[in-house]
């Protein structure tokens, strides 16, 4: 058996990564900052007795350019009077453009690579301008009260008390110190995913090629795993572990290269990857796969954590009677979009100069609060109640950050895909968007409006079926983000607490971006992988081994069922029963068809995936 992978642009990889089809190579940018952005209400006035400092450490030599980025909201007042930015001890005069700015209130300065040094960088901001501090435990931010002649940390905020560190990042330009890229699991007796029915043992020789250019400060080093299950399980694979393995190994492999500079204007190019094997050849016994219908798994590269079985789930959905909300929805559209005008209805957005209070992202309290329209209510708030009833009734769905809106996605198992569901606030929001009459997610949208195309998304106001097209906020698709949990009826920490009230500075957020080199620098965790976002739910794969005897075969199944309780088994058209993997089927004379699909604890099913064999005499 031989498997090589050149085309690595569907991979998985962390953000030191940039794939292309025949290269792996280190990102040519990388952002470091000192502070989460959970809030960015706490601004500090810059005068010419007042000085602050911000220190990053600069891992990597002859680093080629840089970018700082100060978030300052919608301060504008360096446009009369220039900022001071010391840089080592380099002056800078620095004013802000509103247009440098974007959209996320964050200003930027290039700076040249001359200034920067490895180890300790000293930033210290003079004269005049505003920076924001966000509490915590801080240590890189400090505060001057007598113009640079002593410097304290922990002296923040009108009483000079608070801990935290300034809203200040740095973007470097040059390759990143470090960066891992990982494959997808490899079955060593079907590479190509045709379909097979695999031997039960003998896999030996394990063996793995590696095309790659190293220059001199640069590593590229490999590690490789396998087991005897389709997916991951620590109890029957071993564990990572460097170089190539001899001798015996599981059916199942998979490996990831770890890339790695010391400086920054050089790194290593990984362009192959070969897996060899000794695989043996199947007895067929009388056996003929005639079928195998299973679709292929795409996986993010970022963990989710999904809402679970909760007392405050079973509060939610009963409180509020969501089961009842969506029961006249004949089809899993029609139910989506009749939880989504309910969220809607519930109360009426943007009412801050009633109640100057925002709300975290639990549906309950967001419910509570906006009784009798209290609280601010704004679209962040529609986003995160119906990502989180959609949630408890069993969906998956996440909140998605927009420029200036905030909306939400759901899996869709009728359309096998992630759709929009926007909830609000204002009348033209409630609605999902499509193209050609199919529902489309965030990434469709933003294409759309990159190819100059946006004029053909529609709005559709379902469950009134009135389609209009899409009006408002289509330029907001610049930019989009998600969340990595959609459990926030549980926890609000890491809190996004005000968020969309000013702007999304979080630095938690899982970003969209055109180019590796991103447009939006100010964040950390940005991804030109489509399946980062769009990855596979609720579908099963089947993986076929000879049994002991010649009318038996062993059945192994993986899913991507986030809340897996359990899965339906399907033999030859009959009932559909609880199964487990692994389970033993026995085949008569003739054809044997197999369907099995994933249930989660909510009640959901997922795709069914089929197996037809035949057996003869």
């Given at each position: 058996m031989k498997n090589t992978i050149a085309d690595f642009r569907d991979l998985s990889r962390?953000?030191?990564?940039?794939?292309?089809?025949?290269?792996?190579?280190?990102?040519?940018?990388?952002?470091?900052?000192?502070?989460?952005?959970?809030?960015?209400?706490?601004?500090e006035a810059i005068t010419p007795t007042d000085w602050s400092m911000v220190v990053f450490d600069v891992p990597s030599d002859r680093v080629k350019s840089a970018e700082l980025l100060l978030y300052v909201h919608d301060d504008q007042s360096t446009k009369v009077r220039p900022m001071h930015i010391d840089v080592n001890g380099r002056r800078f005069r620095?004013?802000?453009?509103?247009?440098?700015?974007?959209?996320?209130?964050?200003?930027?300065?290039?700076?040249?690579?001359?200034?920067?040094?490895?180890?300790?960088?000293?930033?210290?901001?003079?004269?005049?301008?505003?920076?924001h501090v966000d509490p915590g435990p801080g240590g890189a931010s400090f505060r001057s009260f007598d113009a640079g002649r002593s410097w304290h940390s922990g002296s923040f905020g009108a009483d000079a008390d608070i801990q935290g560190d300034y809203l200040v990042r740095l973007r470097l330009k040059g390759f990143a110190p470090a960066g891992q890229i990982t494959s997808s699991v490899i079955d060593l007796a079907d590479?190509?995913?045709?379909?097979?029915?695999?031997?039960?043992?003998?896999?030996?020789?394990?063996?793995?090629?590696?095309?790659?250019?190293?220059?001199?400060?640069?590593?590229?080093?490999l590690e490789v795993r396998s087991g005897s299950t389709p997916g991951?399980?620590?109890?029957?694979?071993?564990?990572f572990a460097r170089g190539v393995r001899q001798g015996s190994s599981g059916r199942f492999v998979q490996w990831r290269a770890t890339l790695s500079t010391r400086s920054a204007d050089a790194t290593p190019e990984l362009t192959a990857v070969t897996v060899h094997a000794k695989v043996p050849a199947v007895v067929s016994n009388g056996l003929t796969l005639r079928e195998?219908?299973?679709?292929?798994?795409?996986?993010?590269?970022?963990?989710?954590?999904?809402?679970?079985?909760?007392?405050?789930?079973?509060?939610?959905?009963?409180?509020?009677?969501?089961?009842?909300?969506i029961a006249a929805g004949e089809t899993e559209l029609e139910q989506l979009a009749l939880l989504r005008d309910w969220v809607h209805s519930q109360w009426l957005g943007w009412?801050?100069?009633?109640?100057?209070?925002?709300?975290?992202?639990?549906?309950?309290?967001?419910?509570?609060?906006?009784?009798?329209?209290?609280?601010?209510?704004?679209c962040t708030h529609y986003g995160a109640t119906f990502a989180?009833?959609?949630?408890?009734?069993?969906?998956?769905?996440?909140?998605?950050?927009?420029?200036?809106?905030?909306?939400a996605e759901v899996w869709s198992e009728e359309l096998q895909k992630w759709i929009l569901e926007d909830a609000g606030p204002t009348r033209q929001f409630d609605a999902t968007y499509e193209v050609d009459g199919v529902p489309i997610n965030a990434l469709e949208l933003h294409q759309y409006l990159a190819a100059g195309q946006a004029k053909g998304v529609m709005a559709n106001k379902l469950p009134d079926v009135k389609v209009e097209r899409m009006k408002e906020y289509v330029d907001s698709f610049c930019r989009f983000a998600i969340p990595l949990r959609n459990d926030h009826l549980l926890f609000a920490e890491p809190a996004e607490l005000r968020h969309g009230n000013r702007h999304y500075h979080w630095d938690g957020y899982l970003w969209w971006s055109d180019q590796v080199d991103p447009r939006y620098p100010?964040?950390?965790?940005?991804?030109?992988?489509?399946?980062?976002?769009?990855?596979?739910?609720?579908?099963?794969?089947?993986?076929?081994?000879?049994?002991?005897?010649?009318?038996?075969?062993?059945?192994?199944?993986?899913?991507?069922?986030?809340?897996?309780?359990?899965?339906?088994?399907?033999?030859?058209?009959?009932?559909?029963?609880?199964?487990?993997s692994p389970l033993q089927w026995l085949l008569q004379p003739g054809d044997n068809e197999l369907a099995v699909r994933s249930v989660n604890v909510f009640g959901r099913s997922g795709r069914v995936a089929r197996a037809r064999v035949c057996r003869t005499e």
């Open positions: 962390d953000r030191g990564i940039e794939a292309r089809r025949r290269q792996v190579r280190l990102a040519p940018t990388w952002l470091l900052t000192n502070e989460m952005g959970v809030d960015g209400d706490i601004a620095h004013r802000q453009k509103r247009e440098k700015m974007l959209t996320g209130g964050w200003d930027r300065m290039r700076l040249p690579a001359s200034c920067l040094q490895r180890g300790r960088n000293e930033i210290v901001f003079s004269d005049h301008g505003t920076l590479p190509d995913g045709k379909g097979v029915i695999a031997p039960a043992a003998g896999y030996r020789g394990l063996r793995l090629d590696v095309e790659a250019q190293e220059p001199r400060g640069t590593a590229v080093e991951f399980d620590p109890r029957h694979w071993t564990p195998l219908e299973q679709p292929a798994f795409i996986r993010s590269s970022y963990p989710f954590t999904y809402l679970e079985p909760h007392p405050r789930v079973t509060r939610l959905v009963k409180q509020y009677q969501l089961e009842s909300v009412q801050s100069s009633k109640y100057p209070y925002t709300p975290p992202w639990d549906p309950l309290e967001i419910l509570e609060t906006t009784k009798g329209n209290w609280g601010y209510g704004m989180g009833c959609a949630a408890a009734l069993g969906f998956v769905s996440r909140v998605v950050v927009i420029d200036h809106h905030c909306l100010e964040y950390t965790l940005q991804t030109t992988r489509a399946g980062d976002f769009y990855w596979s739910v609720n579908q099963t794969r089947i993986y076929l081994t000879a049994g002991a005897g010649e009318d038996e075969l062993e059945v192994q199944f993986a899913t991507v069922t986030p809340n897996l309780s359990h899965f339906l088994v399907q033999i030859d058209g009959g009932e559909w029963r609880d199964g487990q």
